[in-house]
Nanobody, 125 residues
């Protein structure tokens, strides 16, 4: 059984950089052909796909967030990470990681077979 678990801060200040980690157990992040994505859901809004890292280490980003987002991985720890720069209060959201069996850039939950529980992040001074 594959499990994903997000970890990171719950409160960050405006202009700072958010760093989140998704730790995967029960399966390697390097196995062909899985794709590992980050999402967020602001309060009262829908789920937003932010970007992904592939089994081979390639990265893909949402055009709207590309200038502020970096996704990386640590294969020795079986983790992948998200950095979001220049935070504003509009970045307040629950952040999720998930796995898909194809490169999908949608936010449709049914496209992904495993999800983390989510990490609430509040951006406030």
């Amino acid at each position: 059984q594959v499990q994903l678990q997000e970890s990171g801060p719950g409160l960050v200040k405006p202009s700072q950089t958010l760093s989140l980690t998704c730790t995967v157990s029960g399966g390697s992040i390097t196995i062909d052909y899985y794709y590992w994505s980050w999402f967020r859901q602001p309060p009262g809004k829908g789920l937003e796909w932010m970007g992904a890292v592939t089994y081979s280490g390639s990265t893909y980003y949402s055009p709207s967030l590309k200038s502020r987002t970096s996704i990386s991985r640590d294969t020795s720890k079986n983790q992948f990470m998200l950095q979001l720069r220049s935070l504003t209060p509009e970045d307040t959201a629950v952040y999720y990681c998930a796995r898909a069996r194809a490169l999908v850039t949608t936010s449709r939950r049914e496209e992904y077979d495993y999800w983390g529980q989510g990490n609430q992040v509040t951006v406030s001074a």
